[in-house]
């Protein structure tokens, strides 16, 4: 390498996003083979480095074909194999995909992990043994007498152990869905606690632009507060019950098994009447506490990565999922979230809505807005149907002009994690 012999230049364009730079793109498909295999007897390429090149040949190669058939930028590798339980390779995702056919569309699903109206006295971490079935199963029952399907509380019937929730498409494309009254407000608020500090000890530090499954250390190449200025902190499903209840419901949501969201499971584990994947790692990040505050915002970006060209399962983040703990004229003071009362319009939340400047429609030119609703929850996918990345999946947290903005994160890959 000689950083003073520029080997090609390229110039970026709008319509290119793309580019592939191949030393031997001049020579005969016969002169090639001869270099590649001088080079490699030489030891100037490794068996690596040769899989590598030959690789990208082949998805330069199929990105022509998908621009020709598609009219849009391959932007995945190809190919992109998964284990669906019969050793089938499939060009797509694996995973369940809401339809999104019209703005306004409605779909319903039900979930029988149901609002907690009211907390235990005492909040412990769960452990591995918790998760075991007779221990899982005693765990449900004890936190059947806190939990309701009416979000004011109240006993349930023996035969009203499951709810049912709302869908509803805000964008076609990309794909956004929305949730109203995904979380109670006991639920809103524990997660306020826990990100606050009044009841939890989850550190709250800047936020950084990576995507760490456990949103641990800063990575080379992270951003800086020019591009996302908030205060963020981690927390595992096995936090407590409550956040492991959001998890299953999220799950549900997704129409994923919630045994996929959690660690150190092997396939034989995973016996039932579902095939799963192999994975030894949950294929969900731990769950990412935001706290904006007036000024905070978070500049236009994409939620999905690129995998290794070599990666065999080629993982990716398949949907984002934000659950938004405060809503416009929200005021959290000492910790507590309430409606403004008149007195306090000074520290009620205004601004802060989630913008997707790229889902144009004949209504919306510049994008579309979401404002943020306490227990309201936003999901979108990051992957089109294809397996391609969405492009149009771009997506920012406009500035908070006044008060304070809580929000939960959750991110699910496709096919694992890793």
């Avoid at 949730?179 to 809103?188: D, I, N, R, T």
């Avoid at 969900?284 to 500049?299: F, S």
């Amino acid at each position: 390498y000689d950083k003073d012999n520029v080997l090609v230049r390229y110039t970026a364009t709008a319509d290119e996003q793309v580019w592939y730079y191949d030393p031997l793109e001049d020579l005969s498909l016969e002169k090639r083979a001869e270099e590649m295999d001088k080079m490699t007897k030489d030891k100037k390429w490794t068996a690596k480095q040769r899989f590598g090149r030959e690789a990208w040949m082949v998805n330069q190669s199929f990105s022509r074909d998908y621009l020709v058939k598609t009219r849009m930028i391959w932007l995945a590798n190809f190919p992109q194999p998964y284990h669906d339980g019969s050793n089938t390779a499939l060009e797509k995702v694996s995973n369940h995909m809401w339809p999104a056919e019209y703005i306004g569309q409605v779909h319903t699903f039900d979930t029988n992990h149901l609002y907690f109206t009211d907390l235990p006295q005492e909040l412990e971490s769960l452990t591995k043994q918790d998760y075991e079935s007779d221990m899982e199963s005693q765990r449900l029952s004890a936190m059947e007498q806190f939990q309701s399907t009416s979000l004011k509380g109240g006993t349930d019937s023996d035969n009203n152990k499951s709810m049912s929730l709302n869908v509803k498409v805000v964008s076609c494309a990309p794909r956004v869905v929305e949730v109203k009254k995904f979380l109670s407000p006991v639920e809103v608020q524990h997660l306020i606690n826990l990100a606050s500090g009044e009841t939890g000890n989850i550190p709250m530090e800047l936020s950084r632009v990576s995507a760490s499954p456990n949103g641990g250390k800063r990575m080379r190449g992270d951003a800086m507060a020019e591009v996302r200025s908030s205060k963020g902190g981690w927390i595992h499903r096995e936090q407590d019950v409550v956040v492991d209840t959001i998890f299953r419901r999220v799950a549900d949501l997704l129409n994923i098994d919630e045994r996929l969201m959690r660690d150190h499971y092997t396939p034989q584990d995973l016996v039932g009447d579902v095939e799963l994947p192999p994975t030894h790692d949950r294929v969900v990040e731990a769950m990412q506490l935001l706290r904006y505050d007036p000024g905070d915002g978070y500049t236009a970006h994409h939620d999905f990565t690129f995998p290794s060209v070599g990666s065999r399962y080629q993982p990716r983040r398949f949907a984002s999922v934000l659950l938004y703990l405060t809503g416009e004229g929200d005021v959290v003071e000492n910790g507590v979230r309430s409606k403004s009362s008149g007195i306090n319009d000074d520290k009620a939340l205004e601004g802060g809505e989630t913008t997707f400047p790229r889902a144009i429609t004949t209504e919306n030119h510049d994008g579309i807005k979401i404002k943020p609703q306490s227990g309201k929850a936003v999901m979108f996918y990051n992957v089109l149907p294809d397996g391609n990345m969405d492009d149009l999946s771009q997506h920012a947290g406009e500035k908070v002009e006044k008060g304070v903005k809580y929000l939960a994160n959750i991110f699910v890959w496709d096919p694992i994690i890793n």
